[in-house]
């Protein structure tokens, strides 16, 4: 029997298509069917057009696109024999800003995607306006963005050699008080205790004082044996790299490093996506990843008891929220703002050279390829968290998510568990 | 030649299309005034479309008082460019917004504009969106998805036709049969889709640049052939609202618009609402006053940067680019690009990908600091500076045609 699903959240449309046998899913095709060629409109342009071009790749993690390209030309720059380093102030904006963004992802992801979701499984309808928390939230460090970045979606205020922003003290004042203002949400209605508290959670046994709505969907997930589901390989990688997140993979019990050149695209048949391997192999991407690799305990403590299932990863992503929170309000306290903005002072650009971005973004590691030949980008390449995650099957192989969706007994189960990833099809077909 | 440019460009500002008029006289507000009057009352007999919460308890839950509602709209009237006067009426309209069925769809996009408009602008106007006005069917917004998502939009057509306005955010692929992009179990394409929903519509509002002019997606080589709702639509009153993403306010002052005077807001030749586009950013830049002064930026982090100087010679495309950022800023006014000290980069303006694009001088453009008082400044020398730029955009228009040319051979 063929099921076909439809999803749509939260970027974009996916199509699932179920195989059932003797009730159970035994093979699953996953199709993304938009196109609109952004690799090939990147191809003739000059390389600083990169910078406005990439964040309109997607509307939801459009910074972090904009963090890679800026990587990718920095990076070049250098093959090319320019020689900068960037201010540590630099570096921290970027961070912030960058971070700040996964907050606003995560937390719509949670709103917007898992509690609906949640609720169609278990057929359930409370009356909570899940859209207004999220936007509340969102808005709240979009905000603490913008004074940095200008604007947010599609903001291309960082450029080679750094930012283009000189903040006062007033605006480190302004972003302090909506990050204290997430946090505050984040306390009362998330996570519902302190920040500090939760933070110095590591066990099982402490979640049981866990509340707000965090608390609430764990204990509903445990109640009605969803927590065990969506289990995958159980392999993850970490490509990119900050102050924050190391680059690693991991597979079982054991880390160990990686080289960029190992991860290659391959075509996929019948959807307009490419798959993303790393040594011919899948890997998952995302918050679990980078948790598992960063040792956090917490996470550690629930892939004991339940490996990478739909609990883990839905955990390790609104963890994040919490982490992130804590070290954007440290890079505030700790920013030297008479540092210089940018260090790159010449407009020039070389006229040949290759370069690679990678960045941490919500989903996963990014990556952006650039080759520029006679001032001119000859091929860009970018590859997304969700070639990672959201692969169809290749050569025999299944992807990570399509995996995850093997053996349930029905497509909202499935449909739940592929959304535990996130779908965004418009970073994945680009 | 030149001075034949020169006076096509002249005629292409100073055409009527192009005039803003903010003060029509008072015989035509007061007229306007009754009209609106009349409109409110008579949407006020309906009852709302869909059973949303009322703004009134909405805001009283935010703890949003009546004082702070107020603020924000009169300031959305003096956006809108009405009178003070009309400041009662338009926070009537907001309270109103849910007699108004909205339906927002999505094509070729990254969804940055359903995102911005997500974290919409003024104080809890947020609730406004959500909640007061009837979102028949947004993808990001709604709970459903897939199958059910298309049965509330069918459901949603056939109860509301003739009476919704739609959204449309996203460029339209006409490359391959419309194969670049397609929707639901029956893979319809975006153009069949967008034909479909709009052919019921009272009106079509197209959000940001992929929707108003292409957008990224139209960049040379315009991979998928993709359009703007304009080039593809026939036969509906069609607004546009530029900009990469479009401002929220914007979307929210349209809207308001049509709840209160039953029309669309005046527009100029691209279609776009004058209240918002009636104006260069270069016309109200904080930083205006150093272009006037001769104080650019000249390379990045230098002590112009520090000080906030114009950013013209960093590639500002602020002084050929309309749009009301300037004033209305972003995420909820708490800054804007040139804010930051990154220039403006003509994302409202058609094909400004191929033509502007970031950093890329102007012609090298020599500038030179006017001499006389501020209105020479801003009537003579901001024509002649329009002038040149134009020339200057028709070059990089031509070499970045080449360029794109020169890459594609080369592979």
Known sequence: MIVKKLIEKIEGEAELEFSFKSGKIDDVDIKFDLYRGIEEILKGKAPRDALVITPRVCGICNHAHLIASVRALESGFRDAGFTFELSKKAKDIREFTLSCELVQNHIKWLYLTIFPQLNRVLKSDPDDNYALKASYIANTVTKAIAIFAGQWPHSSYAVPGGVTCDPTYIDIISAQNLIDEAIRFTQKVLIGMDLDEYLSIESLSQLKTLGGDFGKLLFTLEDNQLAKIGKSYDRFIVLGESAFFKSAKSIATTTSTIDQRFVKELEQTGTKAKAALYKNRFYEVGPMARAIINKEPIIMSLRKRYRDSLITRIYARVHEVAILLNYTKGLLQNLDITQESCTLKSKATPSDFSGVGTVEAARGSLIHRVKVKESIISKYEIITPTQWNLSNSVEEKRGVAANAMIGLESDELASFVFKSFDVCSVCTTH | MASERIESIKSLFTAKSAKVETNKGEQYYANLYEKCKTRLESLQELPPVSNKIKIESALEDEGVNRRDFLKWASATTAMLMLPASFTPLVAKAATLMNRVPVIWIELQDCAGNSEALLRSDGPKVDEIILDIISLEFQETLMAASGHQAEKQLEDAIATFKGKYLLFVEGSVPMGMDGQFGTIGAKAETFYDHLKRVSDDAAAVVAVGSCATFGGIPAAAPNPTDAKGVMEVVN???????????????????????????????????????????????????????????????????DTGAKNNFCLYKMGCKGPMTFNNCSIVRYNEGVNWPIGVGRGCIGCSEPDFWDKYAYERPMANANIKAPTGGVEKTVDQFGLGLLTAAGIGIGIHAAASVVAGKKGETNE
């Open chain 2, 235 to 301: 036969g509906k009153p069609i607004i546009n609202i530029p900009a990469c993403p479009a401002n929220p306010a914007n979307m929210v002052g349209v809207l308001l618009h049509y709840v209160l005077t039953g029309q669309i807001p005046e527009l100029d030749s691209l279609l776009r609402p004058k209240f918002a586009f009636g104006y260069r950013i270069h016309d109200n830049c904080e930083r205006r006053a150093h272009f006037d002064a001769g104080e650019y930026v000249e390379e990045w982090g």
